[in-house]
């Protein structure tokens, strides 16, 4: 089971946009929740959204409700990150993950996640 980081990441200009990309390998978005986190310099690891397989509800940090979005392509057995208004604040490394028991109700309550991607850097900036 993995999750590897797709193209997307690098250097955006502040109110610009760039889409993650997340591969799954060994389940399948379609039924096991997947989650974003990031990390910026110099600061503790934060959940930023959630896509659940029940209908794919969605879930988003305050930080970046409004601006940033989540979506899977099951077909594809991909999970996206787009984010929008990106600002200086936004640059950390951003990761995917998942896991067989905790899904997103408990990934919100602050449950920790077995499988986890590699992480891509985010970078804001002009």
């Known amino acids: 089971l993995m999750l590897a980081a797709g193209v997307g990441g690098g250097l955006v200009q502040p109110g610009g946009s760039l889409r993650l990309s997340c591969a799954a390998s060994g389940f399948t978005v379609e039924r096991w929740d997947v989650a974003w986190f990031r990390q910026a310099p110099g600061k503790e690891r934060e959940w930023v959204s959630c896509i659940s397989n029940v209908e794919g509800l969605t879930y988003y940090a305050d930080s970046v409700k409004g601006r940033f979005a989540i979506s899977r392509d099951v077909a594809k057995n991909m999970v996206y990150l787009r984010m929008n208004s990106l600002t200086p604040e936004d640059t950390a490394v951003y990761y995917c993950?998942?896991?067989?028991?905790?899904?997103?109700?408990?990934?919100?309550?602050?449950?920790?996640?077995?499988?986890w991607g590699e992480g891509t850097l985010v970078t804001v900036s002009s």
């Open positions: 993950a998942t896991d067989k028991v905790v899904a997103c109700p408990g990934v919100l309550r602050g449950f920790e996640l077995d499988y």
